[in-house]
Nanobody, 114 residues
Framework: QVQLVESGGGLVQPGGSQRLSCATS????????MHWVRQAPGKGLEWVSV????????EYADSVKGRFTISRDNAKNTLYLQMNSLKPEDTALYLC???????WGQGTQVTVSS
């Protein structure tokens, strides 16, 4: 059974940093494309970043490029999203998803506000 569990969200001030985690099980994490996606209040899903966990290949949405860094620990089957220089418009529910968007976590809320 595939499971993805996000954690690490919370309230952070503008300009601050936050690190999200996505713990996974039930599939071969170490050779998968893994995504971060977010949903701001009242808006649709926005793709944030993707990583191939074997090659380390990454891509980012223009809105987060240079501020967010996706990474992984294959020994722990865990995906991360380091978010720096956070802005109020980064406020959203952050979800991780497996390649093909076949499986999703429940999400972790990040609120950027003073």
């Amino acid at each position: 059974q595939v499971q993805l569990v996000e954690s690490g969200g919370g309230l952070v001030q503008p300009g601050g940093s936050q690190r999200l985690s996505c713990a996974t099980s039930g599939f071969t994490f170490s050779s998968s494309w893994m995504h971060w996606v977010r949903q701001a209040p009242g808006k649709g899903l926005e793709w944030v970043s993707v990583m191939h966990t074997a090659s380390g290949t990454t891509e980012y949405a223009d809105s987060v490029k240079g501020r967010f860094t996706i990474s992984r620990d294959n020994a722990k089957n865990t995906l991360y999203l380091q978010m720096n220089s956070l802005k109020p418009e980064d406020t959203a529910l952050y979800l991780c998803a497996r390649e093909g968007f076949t499986d999703w976590g429940q999400g972790t809320q990040v609120t950027v506000s003073s």
